[in-house]
């Protein structure tokens, strides 16, 4: 097995350069999970139909679907960090004027503007730490990135929770810190660039289509499309709905629900390089989507607080084992040369699954109900399983890249 260092010899949290990434990757997630707990006053404030107000997250996503897969291409082609910086403007400066939208219309345009900034970010920072990193410490890494991105929904729920008790329009003022972000990229930020690729840009993209074509690459790229349309279609979108209808809960106390999620996100990344190593990859990846499951159908019923915790300790338990896993096997299969591409690929699936999602919840909730929503949940976690179990073979199945 090897040692716990990146390529330069220092470990990921001695690393300045890794702690940047980490800085990056914790407000790459506060797009969704700080406006998350605001979602019904801005419902309130506008006469929004229940069933549009998931546009919200579609618009932010969608910013970012067509956002991820231009800077991958320019990101292998011109260098990370010189894509990288200017995300972090357009997402910060696109955030803050959310804050001052005038119409439902005005917030969704806007909402897309800060996800073409947000789209590079995780993308990015995953890619420059499997630049930086191999073996274990890769694994590692990606933990110690899936934690920030833990960490950072859980403050950004919270903020987003108590700032909404002085408005919706508050909870915007948290990208702008993220200027902090922007300023270490662009002066102090000094990883590894792979060496540029030699090829025309049509073979460049024929290679990049060629492995995403590949049947472990395609199979993790549909996990990575049904974890995100079960976190933000069923859960960040629907699930301060059913909190607010269930238990009549306030704005703050569902950005404490969304909290608990992130804690047993960040318990299970924080383990899962040790999981690994003992399990390997695909089990953990179908035990996330199996605990995913298990979170959506308790969700589909439960009207008190004990069984929702317990749901809730599920589904953060699930995604703790799931992204990590996903996206060392991603790194593992992608060359260096073309790791943003594909990576930023990773990222537009995993855009449009919460693109498409909250809209396809949103219509089962129309002609059904918030049950319903949720056993559509529990029913595309099981289908994830067959899917993973149909593409990823043993070679998944050991020490990945350890």
């Not at 990056?24 to 107000?53: D, K, N, Q």
């Not at 990101?75 to 910086?85: K, Q």
């Not at 270490?184 to 030699?198: H, I």
């Amino acid at each position: 097995m090897q040692d716990e260092t990146a390529k330069n010899g220092r470990a990921p949290l001695a690393d300045g350069n890794f702690r940047i990434l980490m800085a990056v990757t914790f407000f790459a997630v506060i797009g969704v999970s700080s406006l998350t707990p605001a979602l019904p006053l801005v419902m309130e404030a506008w006469s929004v139909h229940p069933a549009h107000i998931g546009w919200a997250v579609t618009a932010f996503a969608l910013g970012g679907a067509l956002g991820a897969p231009v800077s991958g291409v320019l990101a292998d082609r011109l260098g990370r960090r010189r894509v990288l910086a200017p995300a972090l403007l357009i997402f910060a400066l696109g955030g803050a004027a959310c804050g001052l939208a005038q119409s439902f219309q005005q917030l969704l345009a806007l909402r897309f503007v800060q996800g073409l900034g947000a789209g590079p970010l995780n993308t990015l920072t995953f890619t420059m730490a499997g630049d930086a990193y191999e073996g274990r410490a890769r694994v590692l890494a990606m933990g110690l990135l899936g934690m920030a991105i833990s960490v950072g929904s859980a403050t950004a729920s919270i903020f987003g929770g108590l700032t909404a008790l002085a408005g919706w329009r508050w909870v915007f003022v948290m990208p702008l810190l993220a200027l902090g972000c922007w300023w270490l990229v662009q002066y102090r930020f000094d990883g590894p660039e792979p060496q540029k690729s030699a090829d025309g840009l049509g073979r460049y993209l024929g290679r990049v289509l060629g492995l995403v074509a590949s049947r472990p690459m395609a199979g993790l790229l549909a996990a990575d499309f049904c974890v995100f349309a079960l976190l933000f279609g069923a859960f960040f979108t629907y699930g301060p709905l059913m909190l607010h209808q269930r238990l009549a809960a306030a704005p703050h106390v569902i950005g404490l629900a969304m909290t608990v999620v992130t804690v047993f996100i960040g318990l299970a990344s924080a383990l899962v390089g040790r999981l690994t190593a003992w399990w390997g990859s695909r089990a953990l990846i179908v035990a996330g989507f199996g605990l995913y499951g298990l979170a959506m159908f308790i969700m589909s019923w439960a009207a008190s607080i004990w069984p929702l915790a317990l749901a809730l300790a599920c589904l953060g338990l699930g995604h703790g084992l799931l992204l990590p896993s996903v996206l060392e096997l991603l790194t593992a299969l992608s060359p260096p040369q073309l790791r943003a591409a594909l990576m930023s690929v990773n990222s537009l699936t995993m855009r449009l699954g919460q693109t498409v999602a909250p809209v396809g919840f949103g219509l089962l909730l129309t002609v059904g109900g918030l049950r319903e929503v949720f056993w559509a949940g529990a029913a595309l976690a099981v289908g994830a399983i067959v899917v993973v179990a149909a593409c990823l073979g043993r070679a998944a199945g050991g020490e990945d890249g350890a």
